[in-house]
């Protein structure tokens, strides 16, 4: 920070002496280096080919061969969280985010609210002369604080960054992501049909962010956080990256973890005698149905067929990023950066179990309770990975690609949730080339490594706030000693129900079913005991000849839960998670009013017609021109819209991208000032929990077309495709028009939405949400 005036102050100016230092900003120790840090989304340890696995990654490839790979490397299980801890250094319930963002709860744990005596990486280094810049994903921002009327202390500039490019929910379609530049919505630059991928869009303006300042300040160092959307569903990539992995995943997934396990071991990454845990490593009861696994064998060819190709296409969608982050390694080596530049090249949880055992076309299915079929999958085998689908793996590969651990993401009581690649790139700063690191470590520590490679200490305080003790411990130690012992003695884990402590060596993890179980009983859990300093795969149990250890690990769970905010445990389902997760207080009158040419409203804030009757009414001027969109929200897997085309009023809901669209229509109104919209009753619901009842159609007061209708209870997105008025932002909800479609010839005065008075009660989820809320 800069220091006090030690100027000289009179009179007059010319007695006095000024000290410019007292005002400049601080610059960082000489020779610090840059720092790039790369986060990939959804990947387990056996799924790149640094780590043995069948997935060409040759840019990561590039920097092991001369850098360092851990093997001992843990995150917390899911994105939101694990992303906390890089941030601060802390611990995710530390930091509010004891789950993902839209799932937060009003507890200190769960809130999604980063406390400010747990400041930023970002925070720091930029008050130590550094530029600072993020890139990709955010999934850190409060729910609460989702929209463009929000306040933007927790968006990226609010916490220490100069500049950000990406999205700040937890996944995006990558043909059509809802951009933020800085604080504010922008459209993407170009089309998918133009050469637009969102992997690509981001390696672009990171290499100008970074010319940038470095054309105006060339000794400043800079701090990058990349996030890519990748490996997060749903897993999109352009054909040709497809098309190389033809084949390579038809042996199946158990055969996957044969053969990788065998890489691994050759690679140094384990050692001689791991052994693989079962696909289905819980009991009966336990093991939730949606995360089960189906052995290779007992599914039918067309299954097989599908599988393989849908494992395909995640492996091309990893590799693609990487090479579009190739591009940003070149740069920097052509402008002799890269010797001086601090690389982590890491993941943030786990697989994915997300696409269920039967794997997905569309992963919304999965956020609102509705089950897969092997059918409509199958219609889409060819279309996998292109703007058609919105594609997941089945949970065979989430364990596959986990190898040779129990589970995958979503599990933090087992190293299949929890175990990540890391590989550490710094020429300038590590003698070793190539070489592998087995010091047990986690994502808490790489704030503290950052800090002492930079040289810069922690502070005391900023901003004026007292600071947090850092919960992890710096890695530098162990770059140029592979046998140095490893410094962190104690980490607990905790997520969704499941929980874990390793300490010195040994691990206490309890078996329970994370989402969507509903099971609680937390008392009642089974504890399991690993001696993983012999016992990698935590393939063996020794929790019966062990009764000491294991409660001495169950009780210092406990006293780091209680240090660290983690109590009370939620495992919330499905309808219990979207019964909790904020949504903006709804207006008393349930009367919610929109205009054009405004910022899309996110879902957490937009007035909530999923599950739900609801009327939605615009005010338009029709003239002979009249096209376009009225209102929209959502995409072609899972919206609705509202809009005019070939001289026809039309409405279009669209259930989870299940054809037929759902289609109301009628002759577009004459010239003038109309009112026109739609009104939905609700009678009932599905056994999916899908709402049912009639949709009608209506210009001024009268009823033009009515029908039956099934409507979304869970969500319409988790990638952004809020609610806008004149154009559909995004993804197109219908198939009948293009992306955006804004309206034209003629004028929309004002959108009114009406959710004051719901035909229907649902008794069971109303009685959900008030649990879940108390």
Known sequence: MPRPFQGKIELDVRN??????????????????????????DTGQAAWSPYGGGISMPTMDRLAKNGLTYTQWHTTAVCSPTRSCFLTGRNHHANGFGTISEAATGFPGYNGHIPLENGTIAHILRNAGYSTFWIGKNHN??????????????????????????????????????????????????????????????????????????????????????????????HHAPQEYIDKYKGRFDDGYEAYREWVLARMIERGILPEGTELTPINPLPEGVLPEADSVR???????????LFSRMAEVYAALSEYTDVQIGRLIDYLEESGQLDNTLIFYCAD?????????????????????????????????DKLGSPDTYNHYPTGWAVAFSTPYRMFKRYASYSGGTCDPLVIHWPKGIRAKGEVRHQYHHCTDIVPTILECCGVPMPDEIDGVKQAPLAGVSMKYSFDDAGAPTTKETQYYEMCGTRGIWHKGWKAAAQHGPLPSDQGNFDKDVWQLFHTEEDRAEAHDLAAGNPGKLKELQDLWLEEARKNNVLPLIDLGVVGMHAAEFHAAPLKSGRYVYYPNTTEVPEA?????????????AEVEF????????????????????????????????FLGIPPEQRLSCDA?????????????????????????????????????????????GRYALCGEGLAIGRDAGDAVSSEYGSGFAFSGGRIEKVVFDVADDHYLDVEQALAAAMARD
């Not at 700040?168 to 991928?197: C, S």
């Not at 992997?199 to 970074?210: E, L, N, V």
């Not at 052995?295 to 067929?305: G, I, N």
């Not at 804030?605 to 009414?617: D, E, H, I, N, V």
């Open 16 to 41: 006095s002496t000024a000290d410019w230092d007292a005002f400049l900003a601080q610059k960082a120790p000489e020779g610090a280096p840059n720092v790039l840090v790369i986060l990939y989304d």
């Open 141 to 234: 921002v409060p729910v609460d604080a989702f929209s463009i009327g929000a306040s933007k202390k927790a968006w990226p500039l609010g916490l220490g960054y100069d500049r950000f490019y990406g999205f700040i929910g937890g996944e995006t379609n990558q043909w059509y992501p809802e951009l933020i530049e800085d604080n504010h919505f922008v459209d993407q630059p170009y089309q998918p049909e133009e050469g637009y991928h969102f992997s690509k869009d981001i390696a672009d303006k990171a290499i100008t962010f970074i010319r940038d300042t470095r054309q105006s300040d060339p000794e400043k160092p800079w701090y990058m956080w990349y996030c890519p959307g990748a490996n997060h569903a749903p």
């Open 295 to 305: 052995p290779w064998d007992t599914l039918t060819a067309d299954e097989k067929r």
């Open 349 to 381: 949880n786990g697989a994915s179990g997300e696409g269920s055992p039967n794997g997905s076309v569309n992963e919304n299915r999965f956020f609102n309770g509705y089950p897969d079929d092997l059918e409509s999958n199958m219609a889409m085998i």
């Open 605 to 617: 804030s937009a007035a909530r017609t999923l599950g739900a009757s609801f009327k939605a009414l």
């Open 623 to 654: 003239t002979g021109e009249t096209e376009g969109i009225i209102f929209a929200q959502g995409s072609r897997f899972g919206g609705y819209s509202l809009f005019v085309k070939g001289g026809k009023l039309i409405f279009a809901y669209n």
């Open 669 to 713: 109104p004459a010239l003038g000032k109309h009112i026109v919209g739609v009104e939905f009753e609700k009678t009932g619901h599905g056994d999916y929990a899908e709402a049912l009842g009639k949709m009608t159609l209506y210009v001024d007061d009268n009823a033009a077309a009515a029908g039956d209708f099934r409507t979304q209870s």
